[in-house]
Nanobody, 128 residues
Framework: EVKLVESGGGSVQPGGSVRLSCTAS????????LGWYRQTDNKCELAASI??????YYADSLKGRTSLSIDYEKNTVYLQMNALRPEDTGVYYC???????????????????????WGQGIQVNVSS
């Protein structure tokens, strides 16, 4: 059984940083696409992703202040986000499948149905 478990969320002040972790059991990161989606107030967005042998993708709003990395020994994917803004508030989900791409639809829970492996989500609140 594959399980993805996110951690590291919480409340952060604007301008602060957070590092989200997604630890996998039952699969090995890097064999297929992996990514982080986020559910904000009104949309589901692909925040970051990476394909085997490819470079990372970042949503335009996150470019320059976000980094996706993989610790293969720990089988953990990290999403480091800096200079956080209130609009970064949301629930962040990690996902793994043959193809990770921008979602069709505004509800991440509905979007998750189309992915083989999807985490339970972790809340990030950015406010002063």
């Amino acid at each position: 059984e594959v399980k993805l478990v996110e951690s590291g969320g919480g409340s952060v002040q604007p301008g602060g940083s957070v590092r989200l972790s997604c630890t996998a059991s039952g699969l090995t990161w890097g064999d297929r696409d992996l990514g982080w989606y986020r559910q904000t107030d009104n949309k589901c967005e692909l925040a970051a992703s990476i394909s085997p042998g490819g470079g990372p993708y970042y949503a335009d709003s996150l470019k320059g202040r976000t980094s996706l990395s993989i610790d293969y020994e720990k089988n953990t994917v990290y999403l480091q986000m800096n200079a956080l803004r209130p609009e970064d508030t949301g629930v962040y989900y990690c996902a793994e499948d043959e193809t990770i791409a921008p979602p069709y639809g505004n509800n991440c829970l509905l979007v998750s149905r189309f992915f083989e492996n999807w985490g339970q989500g972790i809340q990030v609140n950015v406010s002063s």
